[in-house]
Nanobody
Framework: QVQLVESGGGLVQPGGSLRLSCAVS?????????MGWYRQAPDKERALVAD???????NYVDSVKGRFTISRDHAKNTVYLQMNSLKPEDTAVYYC?????????????????WGQGTQVTVSS
């Protein structure tokens, strides 16, 4: 069974930093094409923050460019989000996701998996 386990959230003051981690585990995973971070603030829809492709090409929403860095450890199947210069508007539940190719015993399939979410609160 595929699992995405997140860690690293917490409470920080404006201007502070946090590093989020998301580890993917499971049997029969053939490859992980894309890993990303999304966030959902109160009364708002879940939105993409950043993602990283198999070739380590990265993409960021404009509001976090220059402040957040997404990275990936391929050997550990783990994606990170380094968040610097945090602002109150960054407050949200952060979810990691991964687009996987896996084998179900019959053939190969593609599916998107989500982590459980981790709370990030930026407040003085």
């Amino acid at each position: 069974q595929v699992q995405l386990v997140e860690s690293g959230g917490g409470l920080v003051q404006p201007g502070g930093s946090l590093r989020l981690s998301c580890a993917v585990s499971g049997r029969s995973i053939f490859s992980i094409n894309v890993m990303g971070w999304y966030r959902q603030a109160p009364d708002k829809e879940r939105a993409l923050v950043a993602d990283i492709r198999s070739g380590d090409n990265t993409n960021y929403v404009d509001s976090v460019k220059g402040r957040f860095t997404i990275s990936r450890d391929h050997a550990k199947n783990t994606v990170y989000l380094q968040m610097n210069s945090l602002k109150p508007e960054d407050t949200a539940v952060y979810y990691c996701n991964a687009d996987l190719i896996y084998h179900d015993g019959i053939g190969y399939n593609t599916r998107t998996y989500w982590g459980q979410g981790t709370q990030v609160t930026v407040s003085s």
